[in-house]
């Protein structure tokens, strides 16, 4: 066996202190989270700040849906980018393709509780689909959960399918036992001649995956495009402004992760320079198109001729009530933008600085769909009420980083169960990695 | 009910997709449907895990929920 | 409505003696009426088509009235003549035989079309199980606000009917100024405004939030509601009042459910409330409950006026027709298209109105506004934001 990129199987052969201490860090954050879900369940929504827009004076969308659309988005771009690496086969960035995978089915499944969450009745989620053949033909609520079931399995069945070939090329032996059991289970039936067969329709799911991508992808933003109710929220362009918003937070948390991945483990021969730039290549591309794309949804609001009830929360979101907010998350996206497209070698270099801009990035774009959800809400139109108020309590405060540490536990926790991409042990791929 | 959108986004948007695994595990080359059986069991059963687990999510919320 | 039922069969004496007497209480010509609602009860049994109905009285309409504004002209039509899909008015052919009722009530003989109408649509969708068919009845209001002196004792009234926690305010009467010049202060009295086009019925993934087919009610299925509160933001008048907490407000005696469905009285901790224009008084047994809300009952200014807004002779259109007393009449926020039921008389708020000022009256009642645990609302603290 030749030495040219099996430092991918480092993540999985060691098992450091660090990282178990970090497993239990967030190991008891995810059992508080779970405390505070139990407290919710018994509690009810009762625990939370939400409140009826109108005579409450409150939001009845908060800071759980904000977050929903966050993963939701995230698991959109990291999909995208698993779909153009598998379509395209580039080789050289499998491992990314295989961060994708875990991503975007972790992202997708955080997203998809969060939803359920934030039920008044999370016990009658089945109810959803069990009227899902009737509700189908008009409530965009509807459409959502087929996008999010469509996006888990389809990117579940890219996972598995990619493992089985991978698996197929890996001597199980020398892998950690539990990581050869899964290899065998995900072998079952395994025969040579399937792996071009397999390269064929992790292709084709590559190109299903990018259609899912830009055209279910906008479902989450057509949630609320399509409310005629809330002036910010209708509109044309929130599918747009949803698709753009995902694809640069899905290429931040693929950079980050490879990032971090390359600089604990030494995996520098598996993670070459050219992946981070071109990483960082698509996400200054993104940030832009996503800050070019929120100029267009703001600007008709801000415009003198604005209507009335536009005008109200384009106004908050650029001086008023939110404007600190609103402000510091366009700055977490265009300055580490600018900051990539001017010093884009030494930004790039190991990859630990493209990982800090992309924390940055993705928690602006945080930031900016608490605001979008909140707002309208917030400020609404059309009869006299008042305009809310809304703050957060801990329960959800702590339901909600609890679900970003908890994708963080599920991930690493995979780093140590499923090699992190295809060996390639002979001349000719060495040639390929490369190249 | 004036909006019946939902059906062409449906079929002619969000199931484009599984069109498109279809044809090509089916149709694509080299044609081997044992192989592309697999795949598109793997897919089924994952539909199935997937509207499986939210009905125990829900039946588990349901013993805490006391309303 | 009227005081005795039409006899069964037009043909007979009985009918033709009934008719007489309801007509020459009008005014009009006596003949030419029972001529039209005769024939408005073959339209409805259809024995004889509308355009043929239009043509017969055409000439007689005209020289009685001196105007014939009933709609001759045909419906949009295929070539074969049949009906176009898709194209609001044809199709079921319910639209034409409303279109027409209306017309035979706008000169004064509403009463005898439309009740045949309604007796012959039930009879049919009774014997031929046709569980699609939709009644001409369509629920909803007129209200006053111009009378209104914002009391509250509709809100204290609807919290008490239907058991309500004193934060779900399914009737809320609003006090707004419309500008810093005047010290006009004016009421809106809001309670759902149970729209033809409901945005809530389109956005709920359940179906839980459905129009009864009887009387055009919009209800929300208690056992169904999931708690997304998509139809709250997707409604623009915000009548929606998510129950957050256990209501642990007074009791509902009545019967919760509506033709089968859990749909009466507040809604279940986790699920979505809202008006149900008492919907537990529509389907009671007591004849002297339907056709009346809480709301209605307590008005001591007799503002808010409810009934059949296809019906000439209901309370709302009633009111609409003769005691407006000149003020002008609208459908709140009417452009976004919701079809809503309810006819305000009075001034409409402008969208830039504002809540007055300091204590709205909520407490006299024990009604609140701030949702149980969240921090008091003081109107007009947020001023400064705008």
């Known amino acids: 066996m030749s030495t040219t990129n099996n430092t991918i199987l480092t993540p999985l052969k060691t098992l450091s202190v660090k990282f178990l201490a970090l497993v239990v860090v967030l190991g008891i954050a995810a ?9 919710q369940l018994q509690h009810g929504l009762a625990v939370t700040d939400l409140a009826s827009w109108g005579t409450q004076e409150g939001v009845t969308w908060g800071i759980y849906i904000g977050t929903f659309e966050w993963f939701a ?46 039920l008044g009745r999370p016990d009658r989620v089945l109810n959803i689909l069990t009227a899902w053949f009737v509700t189908v033909q008009y409530s965009p609520l509807a459409w959502d959960v087929t996008f999010v079931t469509a996006l888990l399995v389809m990117t579940s069945a890219m ?18 036992v539990y990581t050869a059991l899964l290899g065998e289970l995900l072998t079952l039936g395994f025969r040579p001649e399937e792996r071009e067969k397999l390269d064929s329709m992790l292709r084709w799911l590559g190109l299903a995956l990018l259609i899912l991508a830009f055209t279910g992808g906008m479902v989450p933003g057509w949630l609320l495009g399509v409310v005629g109710a809330q002036a910010g929220w209708y509109g044309g362009i929130a599918g747009i402004a949803f698709l753009s918003a995902g694809l640069m937070s899905g290429v931040a948390v693929l950079a980050i992760t490879a990032g971090v991945l390359r600089y604990l483990y030494g995996m520098e021969e598996a993670l070459p320079e050219e992946v981070f730039v071109g990483l960082g290549k698509a996400l200054t591309l993104f940030g832009f198109v996503y800050l070019v794309v929120q100029f267009n949804n703001l600007l008709p609001s801000i415009f003198p001729m604005a209507p009335l009830a536009e005008s109200r929360v384009g106004e908050a979101m650029l001086y008023g009530h939110f404007a600190t907010d609103f402000w510091l998350a366009m700055g977490a996206v265009a300055i580490p933008m600018l900051i990539l497209a001017v010093f884009r070698e030494r930004m790039l270099a190991g990859g630990v600085g493209l990982a800090v801009v992309s924390v940055v990035m993705l928690w602006g774009v945080w930031v900016k769909s608490q605001l979008t959800v909140i707002e309208p809400l917030m400020y609404s139109s059309g009869l006299p009420y008042e305009v809310g108020t809304y703050v957060p309590t801990l329960v959800e405060w702590v339901i909600t980083i609890g679900s970003i540490l908890v994708a963080i536990l599920l991930f690493s926790i995979a780093t140590k169960l499923v090699p992190m991409g295809r060996l390639l042990d002979d001349t000719a791929s060495t040639e390929e990695v490369r190249n | 009910m004036t909006t019946t959108i939902g059906i062409p986004i449906l079929l002619g948007l969000l199931l484009l997709p599984v069109y498109t695994v279809l044809a090509g595990f089916l149709f694509g080359e080299p044609r081997d449907f044992r192989t592309a059986g697999i795949g598109l069991g793997v ?25 | 409505m009227n005081a005795s039922d039409p006899p069964d069969d037009i043909d007979s004496e009985a009918w033709e003696a009934w008719a007489t007497e309801v007509v020459d209480g009008t005014g009009f010509d006596v003949e030419l009426g029972v001529g039209l609602a005769r024939d408005a009860q073959r339209v409805a049994r259809g024995e004889m088509t509308e355009a043929e109905y239009q043509a017969k009285y055409h000439e007689d309409v005209l020289d009685e009235f001196g105007v014939d504004d009933r709609p001759t002209a045909p419906e949009p039509q295929k070539a074969d003549g049949s009906p176009l899909p898709g194209v609001p008015g044809t199709g079921n052919g319910k639209r034409s035989r409303r279109s027409m009722l209306k017309t035979a009530g706008a000169i004064g003989l509403g009463t005898l079309g439309l009740s045949a109408a309604q007796q012959s649509t039930r009879t049919v969708a009774a014997q031929s199980g046709d569980g699609d068919s939709e009644s001409d009845v369509q629920m909803g209001m007129a209200i006053n606000t111009d009378r209104c002196i914002a009391c509250l004792q509709c809100m204290d009234a609807c919290n008490e009917e239907n058991g309500n926690p004193a934060e779900s305010l399914w009737m809320a009467v609003l006090r707004y100024q419309e500008d810093d010049y005047t010290d006009n202060e004016e009421f809106l009295t809001r309670p759902c405004q149970h729209c033809s086009d409901a945005p809530c019925e389109t956005a709920c993934p359940t179906n839980a939030r459905y129009t009864r087919e009887e009387d055009g009610i919009v209800l929300t299925d208690y056992d169904q509601c999931t708690g997304c509160r998509y139809c709250e933001v997707s409604c623009p ?5 998510m129950e957050w907490a256990e209501p642990g407000g007074g009791d509902f005696e009545a019967d919760r459910d509506v033709d089968g469905v859990t749909a009466a009285g507040s809604a279940p901790q986790g699920t979505m409330g809202k008006c149900t224009f008492c919907a537990h008084r529509q389907v009671s047994d007591d004849e002297s409950l339907q056709g009346t809300t809480a709301c209605e009952d307590v008005c001591p200014v007799d503002a808010i006026h409810f009934g059949d807004m296809n019906d000439e002779e209901s309370a709302p259109r009633q ?8 003020q002008p009449t609208y459908r709140l926020l009417e452009d976004k298209g919701t079809e809503p039921n309810i006819v305000y008389v009075g001034n409409e708020p402008s969208r830039t109105a504002t809540q007055t000022d300091g204590p709205t009256g909520e407490n006299e009642f024990d009604l609140v506004r701030e949702r149980h645990g969240r921090r008091e609302i003081e109107i007009g603290s947020h001023e400064d934001d705008d």
């Open chain 3, 319 to 326: 009111h609409l027709a003769n005691d407006t007393g000149g």
């Open chain 3, 237 to 241: 008048y915000g009548v929606n009042y």
């Open chain 1, 73 to 118: 988005g995230m698991a959109v771009g990291a999909l995208a980018a698993v779909g153009y690496i598998r379509y395209n086969e580039l080789t050289r960035y499998d491992i990314i393709a295989r961060i994708g995978e875990l991503w975007a089915l972790i992202s997708g499944l955080s997203a998809a509780y969060l939803i359920v969450i934030d």
């Open chain 1, 159 to 176: 996972l598995i399918l990619s493992l089985r070939r991978d698996f197929s090329e890996m001597d199980l032996n020398k892998l950690p």
């Open chain 1, 31 to 39: 059992l508080v989270m779970l405390e505070a879900i139990v407290h």
């Open chain 2, 43 to 67: 897919m089924a059963a994952m539909a199935v895990f997937m509207i499986g687990s939210t009905a125990m999510m829900g039946i588990v919320f349901g013993m805490i929920t006391p309303f």
